[in-house]
Nanobody, 118 residues
């Protein structure tokens, strides 16, 4: 059974940094796009960053210059380095990926909470 498991969330002060990880496990042939979404209380889920299998990236305007998405294909893992964190970055962060099995299907992790507060 394919699953995505996030880690690295927690409480951090404004201006601080966190690094999120998401590892894919199970039986699959490969991973195409990997993404990070977030959902703040009372708000809709939004795309934060995405990375292709070849390493092309894109970011939400709100995180450009502060967040960096990367991936380790050998470990089937995607990372989100978050710097200069702001209170408005507080949210549950979800990993999302397109995994290739018999067909290519989209999977979600269960999320990890990031709280930015003094």
């Amino acid at each position: 059974q394919v699953q995505l498991v996030e880690s690295g969330g927690g409480l951090v002060q404004p201006g601080g940094s966190l690094r999120l990880s998401c590892a894919a496990s199970g039986s699959f042939f490969g991973i195409e796009y990997m993404r990070w979404y977030r959902q703040a209380p009372g708000k809709e889920r939004e795309l934060v960053a995405a990375i292709s299998s070849g390493g092309a990236t894109n970011y939400a305007d709100s995180v450009k210059g502060r967040f960096t998405i990367s991936r380790d294909n050998a470990k089937n893992t995607v990372y989100l380095q978050m710097n200069s964190l702001k209170p408005e970055d507080t949210a549950v962060y979800y990993c999302n990926a397109d995994l290739v099995t018999v067909v290519t299907s989209n999977y979600w992790g269960k999320g990890t909470l990031v709280t930015v507060s003094s």
